[in-house]
């Protein structure tokens, strides 16, 4: 019976915090919260003596835990259980956000809004390996492993097949597509595309890769079992970058030159529709809701266009950060993050309300991606040559990690 309740305390403290969206806990919020705390656990995290524990860089799982268990007296302790009985399940979520966004070390106070640099990429926050092309060092670096493998010129956009055996990545100054063995980063080929491409994109049954050719107007499609072009598909002026839906029969270009949101039946290998996108300054990149019925996409200005792809209307025209970036909705559907590279934050819209925070990460961001778990956010930081990595359970900076020069485009497996 006891342990029942328990359960079910937990429980409903959980589900709080989930329900609450992402943010429930409020790390800002928790450090105000947690001037109660810092007499015996001190400001920073880090006990003040032998009998109070560190909390700093805790599981916030495991604080939440704790908390309720002081509070609803299943775990004993006279000083915690009068402290934690004053507790709302939001001031345990905002201190759990707060305590466990501290870093483990007894040095000053140092939040995650700090910048932090680490060299190394720990596995906590790389539960997959990802891609990332270098620009500027024309080469393509791991995570968390952090390899680096040689590339060609200006590599660019990135992406991964489904069975992980291949990356991609184009070299628009020398029109041309690298493709690499992701177990030991040796390059298979390099093919001939159309002029300067740009976003490249695996279909979903790994048969075939899109390319973007902003230059010539058209996609070129390689066979991904005989790498080698098997078509070339003419669009509109600038395709920027596509999205195949998820039973690959239709693929969403962005139409740079202007015209919109172009319309791809892979059936067909023909261009079929172009949906106009009024309101934006050249679409530039995108991505898809979780159910499909939505696009969005973001130009080079500061907007991201929310396109209903079944009434072809722009729901709305969100203002994000200044300049081009990517765009990617989370896999669990919940929020679509962009990338601003003239800018200091980074934006994160609510795919239901379509309401957008920002998430201030110092510099100019471009490439941006969740980890299929939607848990961990990785923002390329180009000025910086590093990569962030946020929890998304917090929104907070977690890492900063350094790269090699103007760290570009993200590829993760299992986030198209
Ligand atoms: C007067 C001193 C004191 C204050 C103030 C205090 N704590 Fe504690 N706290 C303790 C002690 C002592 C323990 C160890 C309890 C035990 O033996 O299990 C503890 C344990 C905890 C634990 C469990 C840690 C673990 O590793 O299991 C958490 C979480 C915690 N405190 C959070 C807080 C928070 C949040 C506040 C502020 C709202 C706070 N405490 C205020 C003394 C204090």
């Given at each position: 019976m006891k342990k029942n309740s328990f359960k079910l305390a937990f429980a409903s403290a959980a589900l709080l915090t989930l329900s609450?969206?992402?943010?429930?806990?409020?790390i800002t919020q928790g450090k105000t919260k947690a001037a109660a705390c810092a007499?015996?656990?001190?400001?920073?995290?880090?006990?003040?003596?032998?009998e109070f524990p560190n909390l700093a860089g805790q599981k916030q799982a495991y604080i939440i835990k704790q908390l309720t268990a002081f509070k609803n007296g299943s775990r004993k302790d006279p000083t915690m259980n009068a402290m934690a009985a004053s507790l709302s399940n939001k001031d345990i979520a905002d201190l759990a956000a707060y305590f466990s966004s501290?870093?483990?070390?007894?040095?000053?106070s140092s939040t995650s809004e700090n910048k932090i640099m680490s060299t190394r990429a720990s596995n906590r926050e790389f539960p997959e390996s990802i891609f990332i092309s270098m620009k500027k060092s024309a080469t393509i670096e791991t995570f968390p492993q952090q390899q680096s493998w040689p590339g060609g010129p200006n590599m660019l956009y990135t992406a991964i097949t489904p069975d992980k055996k291949m990356l991609l990545s184009t070299s628009p100054s020398s029109n041309t597509v690298y493709i690499f063995?992701?177990?030991?980063?040796?390059?298979l080929a390099i093919i001939k595309t159309g002029k300067a491409p740009k976003g490249v994109k695996v279909s979903p049954d790994g048969k075939q890769a899109y390319i973007s050719n902003q230059g010539s107007a058209d996609i070129t499609v390689i066979n991904l079992k005989s790498l080698q072009v098997s078509n070339t598909i003419k669009v509109k002026k600038g395709p920027h970058n596509v999205r195949f839906t998820n039973d690959g029969k239709l693929a969403y270009v962005t139409l740079?030159?202007?015209?919109?949101l172009g319309v791809i039946d892979t059936q067909k290998q023909k261009l079929i529709r172009v949906i106009p996108v009024p309101g934006i300054t050249g679409p530039h990149n995108l991505d898809l809701s979780a159910d499909e019925k939505t696009a969005f996409v973001r130009d080079f200005v500061h907007h991201v266009a929310v396109v209903d792809?079944?009434?072809?209307?722009?729901n709305k025209i969100i203002t994000v950060g200044n300049g081009h970036g990517g765009i990617d909705v989370f896999p669990n559907g919940q929020y679509a993050a962009t990338a601003a590279i003239g800018d200091d934050y980074i934006s994160i819209i609510d795919?239901?309300?379509?309401e957008s925070r920002d998430i201030k990460i110092g510099t100019a961001s471009h490439g941006i991606r969740v980890s299929k778990n939607s848990q961990w956010l990785y923002v390329t930081l180009p000025k910086e040559n590093a990569i962030a990595v946020i929890?998304?359970?917090?929104?907070?900076?977690e890492a900063r990690i350094a790269s090699g020069k103007f760290p570009f485009w993200i590829a993760v497996h299992g986030n198209p």
């Open positions: 609450h969206t992402l943010w429930a806990g409020d007499g015996c656990h001190g400001i920073n995290g880090i006990g003040l003596s032998e501290l870093v483990q070390t007894d040095t000053q063995n992701t177990q030991n980063g040796k390059q740079q030159g202007g015209d919109g792809l079944t009434t072809g209307k722009v795919t239901r309300t379509l929890n998304t359970r917090t929104m907070a900076v």
